[in-house]
């Protein structure tokens, strides 16, 4: 038995619902990606339950970074759902460490900007997250689909390539959260989805607490069995 618990295309979503679906209902492009590495819904449910987010809050999002941004899924969708809302970004920055990306996302790109006639300007940035310190860009909106594990949580293929896209290889959580409050304005919002790690004895909750971030770290639910956070700065009620 399929069980399907899909967010309306209209209407206010309910973001404590447990999002689960097999098949992709908000259908956008056709991306170019590795045939050694898929993305899975993941990246589309966290783009349109971020857009739904945005239209129901009316949050300001001219400048957009997609962290850990792969070929590009989670913030080319967010800005073919945003073009509904007829607010497009001015700029949207794609931030990845496996510069072997950057062909497929060039060509997604391509066929997004000419489907949308847009004039957001979209960049790749070969890139570890690491590198973002208090220097860095700052954003209106931050969306991140991380790798889910740590090394020592499964076992690791023969491929880099695979491994970096499963786990936190380059760097760890702590730089991760870094990285956004650097990066996120005063009054900007960021979203993440990070899979529990309770199984590995984590509590990723906890652990953020300890971390002596300046950030608001809130659970808004399920995204297919992985838990979707919002992060900010300033208060949000």
Same mark, same amino acid.
């Given at each position: 038995m399929k069980f399907f618990f899909i967010i309306p295309e209209f209407g206010t979503p309910n973001y404590g619902d447990f999002f689960i679906a097999s098949i992709n209902p908000f259908y956008t492009i056709q991306y170019s990606q590795p045939e050694e590495y898929r993305f899975s819904h993941d990246s589309n449910f966290l783009a349109r339950r971020v857009f739904e987010i945005i239209k129901q809050d009316q949050i300001v999002c001219e400048e957009i970074l997609d962290l850990c941004a792969g070929c590009g899924v989670v913030g080319m969708d967010l800005l073919f759902h945003l073009q509904e809302l007829k607010i497009l970004p001015?700029?949207? /920055? *794609? $931030?990845?460490? %496996?510069?072997?990306? %950057?062909e497929h996302f060039e060509k997604n790109k391509k066929t997004l900007l000419k489907m949308l006639k847009s004039q957001t300007v979209l960049n790749f940035i070969s890139a570890n997250y690491? @590198?973002? /310190?208090?220097?860095?860009?700052?954003? /209106? $909106?931050? @969306?991140? #689909? =991380? =790798?889910? *594990?740590r090394l020592g949580q499964g076992l690791l293929s023969s491929s880099d390539f695979k491994n970096r896209c499963r786990f936190l290889l380059d760097s760890d959580f702590p730089r991760l959260i870094k990285a956004i409050d650097f990066s996120l304005k005063e009054d900007g919002y960021a979203f993440i989805l990070l899979k529990s790690l309770a199984e590995h004895g984590i509590d990723i909750e906890t652990e953020f607490s300890q971390l002596g971030a300046s950030l608001r770290f809130k659970k808004l639910g399920l995204i297919? #069995?992985? /838990?979707?956070?919002?992060?900010t700065k300033s208060i949000i009620l």
């Open positions: 001015q700029e949207l /920055d *794609f $931030l990845e460490v %496996q510069s072997c990306y %950057q690491s @590198v973002l /310190d208090e220097s860095s860009k700052k954003y /209106d $909106l931050i @969306v991140c #689909n =991380p =790798p889910y *594990f297919r #069995n992985t /838990d979707l956070y919002q992060l």
